[in-house]
C-alpha cells in the first residue's frame, strides 16, 4: 500500500459507492461521512462526499440477487465442485480482477444461506464464471442440490489485502503460494501477473483438496510450477530454498493464516523489500460493512471492516487477525 496507516475501500469510485456506510456516517475513506467537519481522504481521484451529495444525499444502488444458469458443475474428489455460470458480459468482466468474489445460494434457501465465494476464472467474452467450492458445512452442501440455477450477488472484490502492491506489480518475479482450495482465487492472481509481464513460480500444495480442480485453468499458463506439502518440515524447508533461488518483488499468499505468517517470517528475514499479497481469510457474511462479522484491528487498533477495507497486509498480519 505505500504508505502506512492508509486504510481504503474497495468499492469506493465504484458504481456502488456512496453506499450504506456513507448514510450512517461510517463511510471508510470520507472524514465527511464519516461525521467530521474536515476533508482527510488521501484524495485518490473520486470525492465521494461530492457523489453522495450528487445522489440526493442517498446512497447508490447496491448489488442485486441475480438467477444465474449453471453451465456446469463437475466433481473433483472427494469434497470439491467446479460451478460454472453463465452471467452478462459486464459481470464477468467486473469479476476479471483478482481478489473478485460472489455470494452464492440454493434458490431455494433463505437469505442466510449467502455464502461468499472466490472468482477462479471469468470470461468477459462468452459471460461466463467459474467458481470451486469445498463442501463444509450447511451454506456450501445446500449448493449440492443446485442443478439448473443459482442465486448469485456481486460483484466484490476485496477477497485479497494488499491488492494495490499485487496490481502494481509489473515485469518483476513473483513467488505464488497457493494451498487447497485457496489454489482457486490464486488463478485470477496468476492470470494478471502474467498479463503485466511478470514471471511467476508457482508453489502448488494440494492440501486436503487436491489440485485437480485447477489443473485445467493453470496447464498452458507459462510459469515454474512446483509441488510442495507446506503441512511438513520438508515442504517448508524447500519453500525457503525456493524462496531464496530469486530476488521476487511480491509474494502471494493463498492459504491460512499460518501460510500467509511463515511467509511473511520469510520476507523478514531476506532483509529485502518484498511486497505481500494474501487472501483475505475474514468471515465475510453480508460483504456490504454493515453487519461487523468481518471487523478486525490493525496494529494502531483501528476497527476496519475487512470486507471492504484494503490496509497493508502486515497492519492484519501482525496482530493476528488473519484468519484461516
Ligand atoms: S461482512 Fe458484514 S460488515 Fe463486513
Same mark, same amino acid.
Given at each position: 500500500?505505500?504508505?502506512?496507516?492508509?486504510?481504503?475501500?474497495?468499492?469506493?469510485?465504484?458504481?456502488?459507492?456512496?453506499? %450504506?456506510?456513507?448514510? !450512517?456516517?461510517?463511510?471508510?475513506?470520507c472524514s465527511h461521512l464519516?461525521?467530521?467537519?474536515?476533508?482527510?481522504?488521501? @484524495?485518490?481521484?473520486?470525492?465521494?462526499?461530492?457523489?453522495?451529495? @450528487?445522489?440526493?444525499?442517498?446512497?447508490?444502488?447496491?448489488?442485486?440477487?441475480?438467477?444465474?444458469?449453471?453451465?456446469?458443475?463437475?466433481?473433483?474428489?472427494?469434497?470439491?465442485?467446479?460451478?460454472?455460470?453463465?452471467?452478462?458480459?459486464?459481470?464477468?468482466?467486473?469479476?476479471?480482477?483478482?481478489?473478485?468474489?460472489?455470494?452464492?445460494?440454493?434458490m431455494e434457501k433463505p437469505? %442466510?444461506?449467502?455464502?461468499?465465494?472466490?472468482?477462479?476464472?471469468?470470461?468477459?467474452?462468452?459471460?461466463?464464471?467459474?467458481?470451486?467450492?469445498?463442501?463444509?458445512?450447511?451454506?456450501?452442501?445446500?449448493?449440492?442440490?443446485?442443478?439448473?440455477?443459482?442465486?448469485?450477488?456481486?460483484? %466484490? @472484490?476485496?477477497?485479497?489485502?494488499?491488492?494495490?502492491?499485487?496490481?502494481?506489480?509489473?515485469?518483476?518475479?513473483?513467488?505464488?503460494?497457493?494451498?487447497?482450495?485457496?489454489?482457486?482465487?490464486?488463478?485470477?492472481?496468476?492470470?494478471?501477473?502474467?498479463?503485466?509481464?511478470?514471471?511467476?513460480?508457482?508453489?502448488?500444495?494440494?492440501?486436503?483438496?487436491?489440485?485437480?480442480?485447477?489443473?485445467?485453468?493453470?496447464?498452458?499458463?507459462?510459469?515454474?510450477?512446483?509441488?510442495?506439502?507446506?503441512?511438513?518440515?520438508?515442504?517448508?524447508?524447500?519453500?525457503?530454498?525456493?524462496?531464496?533461488?530469486?530476488? %521476487?518483488?511480491?509474494?502471494?499468499?493463498?492459504?491460512?493464516?499460518?501460510?500467509?505468517?511463515?511467509?511473511?517470517?520469510l520476507i523478514a528475514k531476506?532483509?529485502?523489500?518484498?511486497?505481500?499479497?494474501?487472501? !483475505?481469510?475474514?468471515?465475510?457474511?453480508?460483504?456490504?460493512?454493515?453487519?461487523?462479522?468481518?471487523?478486525?484491528?490493525?496494529?494502531?487498533?483501528?476497527?476496519?471492516?475487512?470486507?471492504?477495507?484494503?490496509?497493508?497486509?502486515?497492519?492484519?498480519?501482525?496482530?493476528?487477525?488473519?484468519?484461516?
Open positions: 500500500m505505500g504508505q502506512k496507516n492508509i486504510v481504503t475501500c474497495i468499492d469506493a469510485g465504484s458504481e456502488y459507492c456512496p453506499c %450504506y456506510l456513507a448514510e !450512517n456516517n461510517e463511510c471508510i475513506t464519516q461525521g467530521k467537519s474536515f476533508c482527510d481522504c488521501n @484524495w485518490s481521484g473520486v470525492c465521494i462526499y461530492q457523489e453522495f451529495s @450528487w445522489c440526493g444525499n442517498m446512497k447508490k444502488n447496491p448489488r442485486e440477487t441475480i438467477e444465474s444458469k449453471i453451465i456446469e458443475k463437475k466433481q473433483f474428489g472427494e469434497n470439491v465442485f467446479v460451478f460454472k455460470f453463465h452471467v452478462s458480459k459486464t459481470l464477468a468482466r467486473q469479476l476479471k480482477q483478482p481478489g473478485s468474489y460472489i455470494f452464492v445460494r440454493d437469505l %442466510y444461506f449467502d455464502v461468499p465465494m472466490s472468482i477462479m476464472y471469468a470470461d468477459e467474452q462468452r459471460g461466463e464464471i467459474h467458481i470451486a467450492v469445498q463442501i463444509l458445512g450447511v451454506k456450501t452442501k445446500a449448493l449440492l442440490d443446485c442443478q439448473e440455477k443459482m442465486f448469485i450477488k456481486g460483484p %466484490y @472484490w476485496n477477497g485479497l489485502i494488499g491488492l494495490k502492491d499485487l496490481k502494481g506489480t509489473e515485469d518483476k518475479d513473483v513467488l505464488v503460494v497457493g494451498r487447497g482450495i485457496a489454489l482457486a482465487p490464486a488463478m485470477l492472481a496468476v492470470e494478471y501477473l502474467l498479463h503485466h509481464h511478470n514471471r511467476i513460480t508457482f508453489v502448488i500444495d494440494p492440501g486436503k483438496t487436491g489440485s485437480a480442480f485447477i489443473e485445467d485453468y493453470f496447464n498452458g499458463l507459462e510459469m515454474d510450477k512446483v509441488y510442495l506439502n507446506l503441512r511438513t518440515e520438508e515442504g517448508l524447508k524447500q519453500l525457503s530454498h525456493l524462496f531464496r533461488q530469486k530476488s %521476487y518483488s511480491l509474494v502471494y499468499s493463498g492459504g491460512s493464516d499460518l501460510l500467509h505468517q511463515s511467509l511473511k517470517d531476506s532483509d529485502e523489500n518484498i511486497k505481500l499479497v494474501a487472501t !483475505n481469510n475474514h468471515e465475510i457474511c453480508c460483504g456490504e460493512g454493515v453487519c461487523g462479522s468481518c471487523t478486525a484491528h490493525t496494529i494502531n487498533g483501528k476497527r476496519i471492516k475487512m470486507c471492504k477495507a484494503q490496509v497493508d497486509v502486515e497492519e492484519i498480519i501482525e496482530r493476528g487477525n488473519i484468519h484461516g
